[in-house]
């Protein structure tokens, strides 16, 4: 038996390939929508995907078990779970649906699901077993249920899919799972959909894979023997959900279009970039930031192609609208790719650096120094998350998330010079370009961020709640 791992950071979503080499045949399990990588690790092993499996329907990223199978016409094997709500629509006759406790296999090969509703009503974890060497399993494809150090978040239904009190249930469901798995063999090992910076848990480790013994001793939801200190404990302290998180639950469980009938972006030229503009459309400038900075287009904003470019861009993305990019053409490809990743399908086009015009601006920044010399006249906006924010911020700061920036901008003075700061700059110079773009006058990005902050000396408060609010 064969068994590769794959990860993308951008999205920290991990995938594998599961191979018989006796009959020729492999499995990806959890397969993002850039299929690329399963057909060149297959062809390399001299394997055909003749199967493709699914924990369960993601709200992260672009699923590509409906594009690999199309590709390969390999068979796909979905959750029956979950209800009615949470059936995959695009199911069809190369498709076996399963319940807890069905099995299949191809050669030695053999899997079995263990339904595991919690983070989802329809979630499956998958036990591989090499049936050439053992009658019992080595290991779990655990999905979104359990993670290094961590286990998945059971608010997404709630706060993405706007499904109003499912979150207790949904953690009240995790306690159980957990309960069932502390029964298992401490060997096996636990090979998780996602690593450490995915919003579906809160803490979860770097490392790719563990075991369930090393879990039951140090993840802290093994460690919970009381069932609502559990409850409560779950749902505290979980990042902010994604704006895009929403979207993709519906598109994976209709079923994402296929890459072949999407077009490829094209390079417009400057007067269709003004238009763009001029009609509110979401023009990304994903040139560096220090290229921003010197010279824009106003009404852009600027998300520069850092490693969490698809996971920024998806707190802007408006799925009923055209999205246009500003790019070196050379990078537009991949730009693309992690737009694709999160469904950004509406992609007419991209504008080359030299469409650009001549009617720019710049965009303001500000060493810590001068922010603290000038911190009674100037408004700070923290834009980290919620827990970063308790842990340590700037004094009489001023709280929104990147995510939710864009809808509470009446929240904002426009009669002052506002900063905008994050952990190290990037957030911040997100959250800068859209006030920009949004008619704010005097906008600043303070370098370094919070990091450069501390670095300094310059004062930390961590005594002020979430909610109080400094006087704007």
Known sequence: MLLKYFYDPALSQASYL??????????????ARDITPYLEAARAENLQIRHIVETHIHADYVSGAREL??????????????????????????????????????????????????HTPEHLVFALTDTKMADQPMGLFTGDFLFAGDIGRPDLLETAAGIAGTKEIGARQQFQNVQRFKQLPDYLQIWPGHGAGSACGKALGS?????????????????????????????????????????????NRAGPPLLRELETPRPLEGFILNEAVKNGLL????RSAEEYRSAHVPGTINIPPTGKFSSY????????????????????????????AIGVDNLPGYFPPRELGKALEVLATMPPET???????????????ATEYREGHLPNAYHIPLGQ???????????????????????SQIVASLLKSR???????????????????????????IGEKPTL
């Open 405 to 427: 920036v864009a809808e509470r901008l009446d929240e904002l003075p426009r009669s002052r010079t506002i900063v905008a700061y994050c952990s190290s700059g990037v957030r």
């Open 283 to 286: 023009v990304i400038d994903a």
């Open 18 to 31: 599961v191979g018989c080499q006796s009959c020729g045949e492999a499995l990806i399990v959890d397969p």
């Open 371 to 385: 922010v603290a010399k000038r911190a009674d006249e100037v408004f700070l906006l923290d834009v980290r998350g």
């Open 439 to 465: 008619g704010f006058a005097e906008v600043a990005n303070m370098d370094g961020g919070f990091d450069a902050w501390k670095a300094a000396g310059l004062p930390v408060e961590t005594a002020t709640e």
């Open 69 to 118: 199978a199309a590709h390969t016409g390999a068979q796909l094997y979905l959750s029956a779970m979950g209800g009615d709500e949470w059936q995959y629509a695009f199911a069809d006759a190369n498709t076996r649906l399963l319940r807890d406790g069905d099995t299949f296999q191809f050669g030695a090969v053999r899997l079995s699901a263990i339904h595991t509703p919690g």
């Open 207 to 251: 490392v790719p894979s563990t075991t369930l013994g090393y879990e039951k001793l140090f993840n802290p939801a093994f460690q919970i023997e009381n069932e609502d200190e559990f409850v409560e404990w779950l749902l505290s302290d979980q990042p902010e959900t994604p704006r895009y998180f929403g979207q993709m639950k519906r598109v």
């Open 313 to 340: 861009a998806g707190e802007f993305i408006d799925y009923s609208k055209p999205t246009y990019l500003i790019a070196a053409s050379e990078n537009v490809d991949e730009l693309v790719r992690q737009l694709r």
